[in-house]
Nanobody, 123 residues
């Protein structure tokens, strides 16, 4: 089992920034990917960003490319999502996830999930 705990969500004005963190514990291994998804009310989960085990490859949804940056600190088993130039449409519950192997934009491919953290962007 792997436990994921997100933090860093909150309320921010449009154009502002937030940094989300996700700490992994339990049976964590170096060869796993970490990622972020988000879900707005009444919508399907949406892939936001993912990063492979080495940290050498990262992936982004088109909607956040150039504004969000994913990074990881393997020594701390932690993944970060730096969000800048936030827009009201970024409002959602953000979930951290992990999976063996390479990152994927398909939420069904991910093995473990955190409890989520709310991000609200006001206009």
């Amino acid at each position: 089992q792997v436990q994921l705990v997100e933090s860093g969500g909150g309320l921010v004005q449009a154009g502002g920034s937030l940094r989300l963190s996700c700490a992994a514990s339990g049976r964590t291994y170096i060869s796993y990917s970490l990622g972020w998804f988000r879900q707005a009310p009444g919508k399907e989960p949406e892939f936001v960003a993912g990063i492979d085990w080495s940290g050498g490859r990262s992936y982004y949804a088109d909607s956040v490319k150039g504004r969000f940056t994913i990074s990881r600190d393997n020594a701390k088993n932690t993944v970060y999502l730096q969000m800048t130039s936030l827009k009201p449409e970024d409002t959602a519950v953000y979930y951290c996830a992990t999976k063996w192997g390479s990152a994927s934009s398909n939420y069904a491919d991910w093995n473990y999930w955190g409890q989520g953290t709310q991000v609200t962007v006001s206009s």
